[in-house]
């Protein structure tokens, strides 16, 4: 089942830390990324630009409304994904536990099973 691995990020967290703590980080994603590859499981990963790049298009009843950046309250937000295909919702989990950012504290993995997904590359 494939399932996505949402990188919740809280900015004033990755701010925090020193640059010897972002190099983990990132060295650590390259690191995850070659374990899933090998494994067989990984099928992409995408990192996602700060929300203040978005634009919103909202139904309204009528005529969609756009606007500019998400309505959210929160501080964290989604930061990038990585999709995989694993054989079970433990699996997923185990897989998560091996983003660097879990070992962060303030940041976060989200696992959501995928119910359906189209396209050229799947």
Do not use: W
């Not at 998560?96 to 993995?109: E, F, H, N, Q």
Request: proline share 5%; with cysteine.
């Amino acid at each position: 089942m494939k399932y996505l691995l949402i990188m919740q990020v809280n900015p004033e967290v990755l701010d925090a830390l020193s640059e010897d703590e972002r190099k983990l980080v990132m060295d650590g994603h390259g690191e995850f990324m070659k374990t899933v590859q090998d494994s067989g499981e990984f099928i992409l990963t995408q990192a996602l630009a700060d929300p203040a790049n978005s634009i919103v298009v909202a139904g309204t009843g009528g005529a969609p409304a756009v606007t500019d950046g998400p309505f959210i309250e929160a501080k964290e937000h989604m930061g990038g994904f990585y999709l995989v295909d694993c054989e079970s919702k433990e699996r997923a989990v185990e897989i998560a536990k091996l983003i660097p950012d879990t070992r962060v504290k303030g940041l976060s993995v989200e696992i959501r099973p995928v119910m359906f997904s189209c396209g050229a590359d799947l």
